[in-house]
């Protein structure tokens, strides 16, 4: 859980939110065909997007599978921006640091 203070309250954001806002923000760049899950000891789940919260600020793991024509540092680039512009936008959070991981490259149908 999050917290955004401004002068007079603070508001709670849940983890759940900020992913997916994320995730939103994520699918909108072009060259991402979609999010992918990574199941590894760390995330069991195999979640595309997880937050981890830094006292005031967060951080966030984006994995995503991009078109097979796409150049995977451009879009990783792109999905960085789009997710850090988004989740201040919308929340107010400050997303200090955002990886991405690409999982793979899949032709666009």
């Known amino acids: 859980m999050s917290t955004v203070r401004s002068a007079r309250r603070s508001v709670n954001i849940s983890d759940e939110v900020l992913c997916r806002v994320a995730a939103l923000a994520a699918q909108d760049v072009e ?7 990574t199941h590894s000891l760390q995330d069991p789940l195999g979640r595309s997007v997880r937050i981890r919260n830094l006292g005031g600020a967060i951080s966030v793991q984006v994995s995503l599978v991009i078109s ?14 789009a997710v850090k512009q988004g989740i201040q936008d919308m ?9 991405v991981e690409i999982s793979g490259m899949e032709e666009d149908v």
Not at 31 to 37: E, I, S
Not at 68 to 81: C, D, H, W
Not at 92 to 98: D, E, F, N, S, W
């Open 31 to 37: 060259g991402v065909v979609r999010l992918a899950g």
């Open 68 to 81: 097979g024509g796409s150049r995977a540092v451009t879009v990783a680039k792109q999905v960085q921006q």
């Open 91 to 99: 929340t107010g959070v400050t997303a200090v640091h955002v990886n």
